[in-house]
């Protein structure tokens, strides 16, 4: 049983910075892709960030130059910097993993999927 637990989120004000992690049980992680997905109140989740076994990231170009995705295989986790935070980026963000290791912003394509873990960015 894969389980992603998120931990990190918190209330910041614009500007600022927050780091999430999200710790992976129960799989081989280093063979999958592990991504961010987020979502706002009365929206829809959207793509945030992917991360592939080999290293190769994608980004959505909201969060490109602002946010940073790593992984450390030793601890079994997976990071998100987040910096020069917009109201905008207000939502709940969701870790994400992919065993088919694919580099892919649709959310359908991951098996599974954390809890969830708020971040509030204040104006």
């Known amino acids: 049983q894969v389980q992603l637990v998120e931990s990190g989120g918190g209330l910041v004000q614009a500007g600022g910075s927050l780091r999430l992690s999200c710790a992976v049980s129960?799989?081989?992680?280093?063979?999958?892709?592990m991504g961010w997905f987020r979502q706002a109140p009365g929206k829809e989740r959207e793509f945030v960030v992917v991360?592939?076994?080999?290293?190769?990231?994608y980004y959505a170009d909201s969060v490109k130059g602002r946010f940073t995705i790593a992984r450390g295989n030793a601890k079994n986790s997976v990071d998100l910097q987040m910096n020069s935070l917009k109201p905008e980026d207000t939502a709940v963000y969701y870790c994400a993993a992919d065993p088919s290791a694919r580099i892919v912003p649709t959310e359908a394509m991951y098996a599974y999927w954390g809890q969830g873990s708020q971040v509030t960015v204040s104006s």
């Open positions: 991360i592939r076994w080999s290293g190769d990231k």
């Open positions: 129960g799989s081989t992680f280093s063979s999958y892709s």
